[in-house]
């Protein structure tokens, strides 16, 4: 990137120093602080965020309802491990109020990777059965438990042996079908060929799948509609249980509280995270009393899950996201959204696809639309030019050639207008 202030400069000097480089590339800018959807560097220049943190500060940065609740909490208790606080009570009440009726009991942990492991773990538990249906790109977190269940090769790739137990299903990536079918012609052929999958692979000791509402980290890649609920009821049929990982598609941002409401899932267990704490460390799996009844007592717990200033900051999203109504305006902002992204579409041939609902979506670069060839390299210019013009993006994608839209649920109209100009101008002149 061009023209980097002076300060960010000496900072990335010492983080070259310091720092390893095993983290995710982003944009080399020092952010120094953000407000609503906005955020500024350590030199003083100005960005519309459409990265959110990574789908985190769902309520916005630094909400003033929510800093309140954080600073009043630290004053107080910041940790107690398992004694219970009022503040994890009230949260653990809101929670399961908020969620499907027929899920009843909640564990608080403190990132989306330990909910996922410890949701395995309950599964496994409550069958008897050791084996975990997981999906092709999908990406449940990067320690051994969650990676073993991840389908991408760049998370996996030199760290094995993995956990056993693990198989690998096609996920419905309908504009790059592993199968070379079209939806809605294919029938779905993909969750049919989970039977072959299963047949081949299972040694008869299958406890549950899981699966994400959309594939975040594969680029953003949404299945089409009806196939979750399908999904679901093949799960139902062959009595294993039905996770579901909405740690990043919670809270709105598919414009509704939990994107299980567009198809009316009812998944035995829910995994919960990222925007529950909106920068704050907490995450919750969320599930069906008797699956949780397997476990004895001390057979799961965390030193920080639960904490109450984590639990006090999530009380204040709750209550933030219901004052300010930020599902609907998730929904209404996000349709704008979108018809901006589509319009770009039109104009611009290197856009192969854009997909998405609420306040998430992806843009697929391709080299040509015919072929749809990966532009890998055009994304990492485009990024970075945008960033130059004061749009925080970042990248992501199976093949590194999709561009992350994921502003704070607090983005206003002429925000969004404003940030999809900035895009448009960039394009223009690649």
């Known amino acids: 990137m061009k023209n980097a202030g002076p300060k960010t400069q000496a900072f990335l000097e010492i983080s070259n120093k310091y720092e390893p480089a095993c983290m995710n590339w982003q944009a080399p800018v020092v952010w120094d602080h953000a407000q609503g959807a906005e955020i500024w560097d350590v030199d003083g220049r100005h960005y519309i965020d459409w ?56 564990f608080f942990v403190t990132t989306g990777g330990e909910a996922v492991d410890a949701a395995m773990r309950m599964a496994k538990r409550a069958t008897g059965k050791y084996e975990i249906l ?57 969750l049919d060929f989970m039977d072959k999958v299963v047949n081949v692979e299972s040694a008869g000791s299958l406890a549950g799948l899981i699966v994400e509402p959309y594939q975040g980290t594969s680029g953003f890649v949404f299945p089409p509609k009806g196939y979750l609920k399908k999904l679901e009821a093949w799960a139902r049929q062959r009595q294993i249980l039905f996770v ?42 969320v599930a069906r009393g008797e699956i949780l009844s397997a476990l004895e007592r001390g057979e799961m717990s965390s030193t920080t899950g639960g904490n109450p200033l984590s639990c006090a900051a999530s009380l204040a999203v709750f209550e933030i996201i219901e004052k300010e109504k930020l599902v609907e305006k998730a929904a209404s902002n996000g349709a704008f959204l979108k018809e901006k992204l589509l319009e770009l579409k039109d104009k611009h041939k290197m856009i192969g696809d854009v997909r998405g609902m609420g306040l998430v ?70």
């Open 51 to 106: 990265t959110s943190g990574v789908l985190v500060a769902n309520v916005g940065h630094a909400h003033p309802h929510l800093a309140e609740a954080i600073s009043r909490q630290a004053q107080r208790l910041l940790n107690t491990f398992d004694f219970p606080t009022p503040e994890r009570l009230h949260l653990a009440r809101k929670v399961i109020e908020t969620t499907p009726p027929h899920l009843d009991k909640v």
């Open 134 to 190: 997981a999906f092709w790109g999908g990406f449940h977190g990067r320690s051994f438990g969650p990676m073993s269940l991840t389908g991408l090769p760049k998370i996996k790739k030199n760290f094995g042996p993995l956990l056993p137990g693990t198989i690998l299903a096609p996920y419905p990536y309908c504009y790059r079908c592993p199968f070379d079918k079209a939806h809605p012609d294919c029938c779905l052929f993909c």
């Open 244 to 285: 579901l990982d909405e740690v990043q598609s919670s809270f709105g941002r598919t414009g509704k509280m939990w994107a299980l409401e567009h198809e009316g899932l009812e998944p035995d267990i829910l995994v919960l995270g990222k925007g529950i704490g909106s920068g704050m460390p907490i995450s919750a799996v």
């Open 361 to 430: 979506y992806g843009i697929e670069y391709v080299k040509d639309r015919t072929s749809k060839e990966p532009a890998p390299d055009l994304v990492r210019e485009i990024v970075l030019k945008c960033v130059e013009n004061g749009l925080m993006v970042g990248k992501l994608g199976i093949h590194g050639n999709v561009m992350r839209v994921a502003p704070p649920l607090v983005i206003t109209p002429e925000l969004v207008d404003e940030s999809v100009a900035i895009l448009g101008r960039v394009l223009s002149k690649i």
